[in-house]
């Protein structure tokens, strides 16, 4: 029931683009998507409800096809201060709260 | 104090030592969480509390105990522990509303089983 990511790490130039996807074998209510920098919590980035409610902050952007039970997060002229682990997170009926394995991303001058 | 604090930050104890760790949320939420993190693994989540009533427990093993006496503080419970219990322990609340919503997460036990 764990998501799993993809890729499991990326290295990018500042400037350049990228995207991190998160697959489910299950139908997902929400997707959530997270940052943690080495030695640090994760701090909260985006959730995606199911039916298409957005919440996060106004520079990152993501989607969530129900369909599929996929969601990816775009990153875009990223910076080096984007560096770090991204995970998801995806929850399903009840409580349960799965986080995926994580995307390690290193983003060099 | 703002956010979600735990302490200690750093614990060392032996397996047949009995120690707690501490959760408080300054936020006003109403549901908080347990999560292991081990190297090289994804975040486990352990409990959830929400309104101070236990709603998830994923198959820990009984030499964890969690104890929610009111929706701003959490502890966690630990004796006859072993070695591959040694991670690092996050706590994080957010506001219910039917669904999980955005977490904020403390800084985190370093926990280390000798």
């Known amino acids: 029931q764990q998501p799993v990511q993809s890729p499991q790490a990326v290295i990018l130039r500042e400037g350049e683009d990228a995207v991190i996807n998160c697959s489910s074998s299950?139908?997902?209510?929400?997707v959530h998507w997270y940052r943690q920098k080495h030695g640090e919590a994760p701090v909260f980035l985006m959730i995606?409800?199911?039916?298409?409610e957005q919440k996060g902050h106004e520079k990152i952007s993501a989607s969530f096809n129900e369909k599929k039970q996929q969601s990816s997060l775009y990153l875009t002229a990223s910076q080096l201060s984007y560096s770090g682990t991204y995970f998801c997170?995806?929850?399903?009926?009840?409580?349960?709260?799965?986080f995926g394995t994580g995307t390690s991303l290193t983003v060099i001058p | 104090e703002t956010g979600v604090t735990q302490t200690p930050r750093h614990l060392v104890m032996g397996m047949t030592n009995k120690k707690s760790l501490k959760c408080e949320q300054h936020?006003?939420?109403?549901?908080m969480y347990w999560y292991k993190q081990s190297a090289k693994k994804p975040l486990e989540l352990m409990f959830v509390?929400?309104?101070?009533?236990?709603?998830e427990n994923n198959s820990v093993p009984s030499r964890f105990s969690p104890e929610c006496p009111n929706s701003s503080h959490l502890f966690l419970h630990l004796h006859t522990l072993q070695p591959e219990d040694s991670a690092l322990y996050l706590c994080?609340?957010?506001?219910?509303?039917?669904?999980?919503?955005?977490?904020?997460f403390g800084p985190g036990t370093r926990l280390t089983v000798l």
């Open positions: 936020l006003g939420h109403n549901a």
């Open positions: 299950k139908a997902l209510y929400s």
């Open positions: 997170g995806t929850s399903f009926t009840g409580n349960q709260f799965y």
């Open positions: 994080a609340s957010s506001q219910w509303t039917r669904i999980h919503n955005e977490q904020f």
């Open positions: 995606l409800l199911k039916g298409g």
């Open positions: 509390y929400n309104f101070k009533e236990q709603t």
